[in-house]
């Protein structure tokens, strides 16, 4: 499984019931602690999101969203913990740089235009460097000067030769 840096992550895993093994454990109630996350080394917090079950899925089936901010790093721990199941840890090991594409909008411009990238946090990508790798400014490169966290705008330190198209890809790099 390849995992790309900085993208949020659906991860399902199964919860062992800790008295009664190989069985699986439904129902569990997920609280604040039950899902910590170390990215590369670092203390362990807690994750954004609790598990829920997966419908339709045996006994023990769960999932837990890991945001992009909790991926943002070459490796990630998980620790799964909930009453009366084994507790499960994973290493995600994530590869490439994070990528994105460029949302339709009528304010889009050669310097500013609105991406999918998901970060809520204001210049989250400032001073990243943003390679488009689809459409007609594949290969151009340009510095990000600004991301604006709720609208999902990033405007970059000099335009490129056009406004890029919806759907356009790009990679960003040295955040």
Do not use: H
Request: charged content about 15%.
């Amino acid at each position: 499984m390849s995992v790309r840096r900085g993208t949020p992550l659906s991860l399902p895993f199964f919860a062992t019931d800790s008295n009664n093994a190989p069985a699986g454990l439904a129902g569990i109630t997920w609280a604040a602690g039950n899902v910590k996350v170390s990215k590369d080394g670092a203390a362990f917090a807690n994750s954004t999101n609790l598990p829920t079950a997966i419908a339709s899925g045996p006994a023990g089936a769960y999932k837990v969203d890991l945001t992009s901010a909790e991926m943002d790093a070459i490796a990630v721990l998980v620790s799964i913990e909930g009453a009366g199941a084994d507790p499960f840890r994973l290493t995600i090991l994530t590869s490439g740089d994070p990528s994105g594409t460029v949302v339709a909008d009528g304010a889009n411009t050669a310097s500013t235009f609105e991406t999918d990238r998901t970060e809520s946090t204001t210049d989250y990508w400032k001073d990243a460097l943003l390679l488009f790798v689809s459409g007609a400014l594949a290969g151009q490169v340009k510095r990000v000067s600004a991301y604006n966290g709720t609208s999902k705008f990033a405007t970059m330190s000099s335009a490129f030769t056009a406004a890029p198209a919806n759907g356009d890809r790009f990679v960003l790099v040295n955040k």
